[in-house]
């Protein structure tokens, strides 16, 4: 397993033994919480149990929270009782403190996924489990307010102050319902990546360094393909030498064994891991992006869009571009750019939508507003990241998609696969079905029929 595990049979027994394995590197498990009461009942918003670990100064205890109708709630748990919590989870039923939850969601399965140190979920590279306890339609935007203790406006601007999250999207927010243990992976991680010319020198640090026979394994890519590589880790430094135009790189650092403890990736579009240190090494702003795109117009990996509206047809072209995008070989949407390469901006319509001044925050919410309609919609795991500049006085909304690498991404209750031909999102033919499924990163170029 590397990056995800659906439908952990028994959950406890394997938490048991990672908890087992890092057992010198957490000080504490810190459990917060989100319910609200409605309907009669404690809801579960969201849970986090986190890991504190001893190489960042301890995190004082805090007393929850409570409000008439919400309650911010935090404990600590210890191994033994996070093994517990997770049982009751998966039975249905737990309490916090005085306050008893029960689940309304039937399918109350554990997954778990190792994520790089750029991810939503923890300022770490990490274990993260997670399983969805309640089904939760939530619309509250009531103020929290109760005597000495802190405002808030809605129950989710409290989740995203209350809970570690360093990306939390609101409403739109696909984590609602869920249970999430949040478990840092301390015995070796990827530390940091200086580079001169061809040469990364990377630093690789954990508790259990002195311990294991670490290398980096991976590879890179140009235009004529792939190029692998190991290198052996040694006293917490490896090198690897990669030409300055490789187009891609990617990497995992892994015992001898094959055990995965953390990777590496960049390319044109997205980073994670140790962000970008190779590759578009932040030389290009997004707003010569931009510009580039209108000197070129709309191709094979650029589309342009106005300002869409969330509750029309016009939303459907962006899932299909999205989808599109990432069966063939990535690219991006720009919104606030027309036909004619035109820059339009979206802060009027932007306005319109959030009945608020625009700017960059109003513009987050709008952009996590679609960002949550794609997931409802959309079939497979594509990789997208939202960004925001201003062009000219004109807000641009850039959307990145990164080809898939688990294909097809297609959208739920349609029976078209779609792919990017030229400059437009085509539907497969029957004939091209296998080659995207077996390609891969082995992007196929389609061409029009």
């Known amino acids: ?60 205890a805090v007393a929850s929270k409570c409000y008439p109708q919400a309650v911010l709630f935090e404990d600590r748990l210890s191994n033994e009782g996070l093994l517990d919590f997770v049982k009751q989870v ?112 990377i630093q690789v640090a954990g508790t259990e360094l002195n311990k294991l026979s670490l290398e980096l394994k991976g590879a890179w890519w140009d235009e004529e393909g792939i190029h692998h590589f190991e290198e052996q880790v040694s006293n917490g430094l490896a090198q690897l030498s990669i030409p300055e135009f490789a187009n891609r790189l990617e990497y995992v650092l892994a015992d001898s064994e094959g055990a995965i403890y953390d990777r590496h990736y960049e390319d044109g579009y997205r980073h994670t891991g140790l962000g970008r240190k190779r590759i578009v090494s932040g030389d290009t702003s997004l707003v010569d992006i931009v510009r580039e795109a209108c000197r070129n117009g709309e ?51 932007l306005a319109k939508w959030a009945k608020a001044e625009p700017n960059e925050a109003t513009c987050e919410r709008y952009l996590g507003a679609i960002r949550g309609k794609i997931r409802d919609v959309v079939q497979g795991d594509p990789v997208l ?17 990164s080809a898939a690498k688990e294909k097809p991404i297609s959208i739920r209750q349609d029976k078209s696969l779609y792919i990017r031909r030229g400059s437009s999102n085509s539907k497969a033919l029957p004939e091209e079905w296998k080659a995207i499924v077996c390609s891969q990163n082995n992007f196929p170029v389609f061409q029009n029929p």
């Open 299 to 349: 191709g094979l990996q650029v589309e342009f869009k106005p300002f869409i509206e969330l509750e029309n047809d016009k939303l459907k072209e962006i899932i299909r571009a999205v989808v599109a995008f990432a069966n063939t070989q990535g690219g991006r949407i720009f919104l606030g750019i027309d036909d004619d390469c035109g820059l339009l901006g979206i802060d009027g319509q």
């Open 90 to 201: 998966s039975e249905g039923h737990f309490c916090l403190g005085e306050y008893s939850l029960g689940a309304t969601n039937t399918h109350r399965q554990w997954t778990r996924e190792r994520v790089p140190l750029s991810n939503n979920h923890m300022l770490h590279a990490s274990q993260v489990w997670s399983a969805r306890f309640d089904d939760v339609n939530v619309n509250s935007y009531e103020a929290l307010l109760a005597p000495q203790q802190p405002y808030y406006p809605d129950l989710f601007e409290a989740v995203k102050n209350w809970l570690p999250f360093p990306v939390y999207h609101g409403s739109s927010d696909s984590r609602k319902g869920e249970v999430i243990l949040l478990l840092p992976e301390t015995r070796a991680y990827l530390a940091d990546a200086t580079f001169k010319g061809k040469v990364i020198d």
């Open 385 to 401: 990241n939202f960004m925001q500049t201003v062009v000219d006085d004109c807000r641009i909304v850039v959307i990145e998609v």
């Open 1 to 60: 397993m590397f990056d995800r595990e659906y439908n952990i049979t028994d959950p406890v027994k394997i938490l048991a033994a990672y908890l087992e394995s890092n057992r010198f590197s957490y000080l504490s498990l810190r459990r917060r919480a989100v319910i609200y009461f409605s309907n009669n009942k404690w809801t579960l918003l969201a849970c986090t149990v986190e890991a504190i670990v001893s190489d960042i100064e301890p995190v004082e």
